[in-house]
């Protein structure tokens, strides 16, 4: 009895200090994180804050929740609602910024936690590891801010003012190189769960992660989050493979920049949208974009009108198109698949999208799967507790 106890323990710190599991893949290939420093868990949100900001390279376990909900305490400040208001299941917006317009009916004393609006400072060479499913960061958000190779795996962050919009985003990368976000879950997030500021965020992968918008406060007022991802910066290569979005309302996700000598490009493979209220892709300008092997079920707007209006180039691959890929990326492309009621899918055949592709790195481009098993696979492999 007192072998079997030993080799438990000894069993479960081997799991624990193992840190990531698998290598970045996609636009993120290279990205090691904190490499083979020794795993350690922090004792307190003051040591994960402080680790986290430090310019060690750290493989850093969250073995529990870190909550930062009151660290800074309340503040208050002026700004509006539209449509319906906190009591009627809306969302604040903070300040003056969004607060223009006939629609908006105006608030003097709003009172929110600080904590929402100052993210966590993560450094380079960082590995952030959730552990088993007890991996939680609760009221604060982490901002990748002109760092390089940062690995955020197998966390759940959650909670960050889920009333007001401007109370903070769950995840901000900006200025910024080798980043790789996978197995994270995100849900009760007052802006947005994934944002880039306007400069760049470089080498980006994004990987079997579960976008939960079920939510009491919605800006939409029904229920389910609007601000998901918003990806703006300036020269920009995005992987976005394997994740599981639903009860979303928009920006699910919305990408490009209004730099005009930026070259972003994007590709989305074998995704899940379900149950969605509003739009997925709602693409901007001076991006190049391959949207291939994606099942979208129960969606109103699988992609935006306007999306195809842009100076931009998709190629959002439906029946009859998917050998035109073989010449330029070496291999044909995956239809997509639009089921269960939701709206049509605009195909776009622009070749152009896929030679930025291949000029980003063939090294980068993630091999495509049959739709056939997407639903179940997202369902099953992504979001916290399934690395």
Not at 54 to 75: C, E, N, P, Q, Y
Not at 86 to 94: H, L, N
Not at 255 to 284: K, L, Q, R, S
Not at 291 to 320: H, K, R, W, Y
Request: aromatic letters at 8%; glycine letters at 12%.
């Amino acid at each position: 009895m007192r072998l079997f106890i030993f080799a438990c323990i000894a069993l479960g710190h081997r799991a624990i200090a193992t840190g990531v599991s698998g290598e970045a893949f996609g636009m993120a290939t290279g990205t090691t994180g904190g490499g083979s420093a020794t795993a350690a868990a922090p004792s307190d949100t003051a040591e994960l804050e402080s680790w986290l900001s430090d310019d060690v390279a750290r493989v850093i376990l969250i073995d529990k929740a870190f909550d930062f909900t009151d660290s800074l305490g309340t503040t208050t400040g002026s700004g509006c609602y539209q449509d319906c208001d906190v009591a009627q299941g809306g969302q604040d917006y903070i300040g003056t910024l969004s607060c223009s317009g006939s629609t908006m009916t105006a608030l003097s004393d709003i009172e929110y936690y600080a904590a929402g609006a100052s993210p966590l400072l993560v450094g380079s060479n960082k590995s952030i590891v959730g552990v088993g499913t007890e991996g939680v960061i609760k009221g604060r958000g982490l901002r990748v801010y002109g760092a390089t190779n940062v690995i955020i795996q197998n966390v759940f962050v959650t909670d960050i003012n889920p009333e007001h919009v401007w109370g903070g985003d769950a995840i901000t990368i900006q200025e910024a190189d080798k980043v790789w976000i996978d197995h994270c879950k995100f849900s009760l997030i007052g802006r947005q769960m994934i944002v880039t500021g306007y400069d760049a965020a470089g080498h980006v992968t994004i990987s079997n992660n579960e976008f939960d918008g079920n939510t009491d406060w919605s800006a939409t007022c029904n229920r389910q989050h609007y601000w998901t991802l918003l990806l703006l910066g300036a020269k920009d290569y995005c992987t976005f493979y394997g994740n599981y979005l639903h009860d979303l309302s928009g920006r699910a996700p919305h990408y490009g920049t209004t730099d005009n000598d930026a070259t972003n490009v994007f590709h989305a493979v074998n995704n899940y949208f379900e149950n969605m209220a509003g739009h997925a892709f709602d693409i901007g300008p001076n991006t190049w974009s391959l949207i291939e092997g994606n099942v979208f079920s129960n969606v109103t707007t699988p992609m935006t009108a306007d999306s195809t209006e842009q100076d931009s180039a998709i190629f959002n691959v439906l029946s009859g198109s998917t050998s035109e890929c073989a010449s330029v990326i070496g291999r044909d492309c995956v239809e997509n698949e639009v089921i269960d009621n939701s709206g049509s899918l605009t195909g776009v055949s622009d070749t152009t999208a896929l030679t930025y592709l291949a000029e980003a790195g063939t090294e980068y481009i993630m091999s495509a799967s049959s739709t056939s098993d997407v639903a179940s696979s997202a369902k099953a492999n992504a979001g916290i507790g399934k690395v």
